[in-house]
């Protein structure tokens, strides 16, 4: 696995990227860089299972890992879900996905880590900027 990182200055307060992050609607207004209609199911408290999902529900099965509101947000990201039905665990040494807020003097840095299969890196590095651009629009406005 691979671990990238992706980061980006929001002129505005840690509480209010934090809402934007993981509000429902604002949460689909910025993944959608990824694919368009993702949403996630479950509750973000730490030790609770999520999915995060795509119409036609594909997408991932994880855990949260750890939760500090305003500050930080960890994933452990264990396997598949196609169909509805979360597969096999299907990543060894887990994949992660950590969202961390920083203040900075005029606002709040966002830094996104994830540790992910070499053939995603590509595909991972052409989404992430335009999904933080999209969470800086929405903070920003």
């Not at 368009?36 to 949260?64: C, Q, T, W």
């Not at 039905?85 to 005029?106: M, N, P, R």
């Not at 590509?122 to 335009?130: E, G, L, Q, R, V």
Request: hydrophobic share 35%; net charge negative; glycine share 6%.
């Amino acid at each position: 696995m691979k671990q990238l990182e992706f980061s980006i200055e929001i002129n505005a307060s840690k509480e209010k990227v934090w809402n934007i992050l993981w509000n429902e609607q604002s949460y689909r207004d910025w993944t959608a860089s990824f694919i368009p209609g993702s949403y996630y199911e479950g509750e973000l408290k730490e030790g609770n299972d999520i999915r995060f999902l795509s119409p036609g529900e594909h997408g991932l099965f994880a855990k949260v890992e750890k939760v500090i509101p305003f500050q930080s947000m960890h994933f452990v990201h264990f396997g598949l879900v196609l169909d509805g039905v979360s597969q096999q665990k299907t990543f060894e040494e887990g994949a992660i996905e950590h969202y961390d807020l920083y203040e900075i003097e005029f606002g709040t840095k966002l830094i996104v880590t994830i540790k992910t299969e070499e053939e995603y890196i590509t595909y991972f590095s052409n989404s992430f900027p335009k999904a933080l651009n999209t969470v800086k629009q929405l903070c920003e406005v």
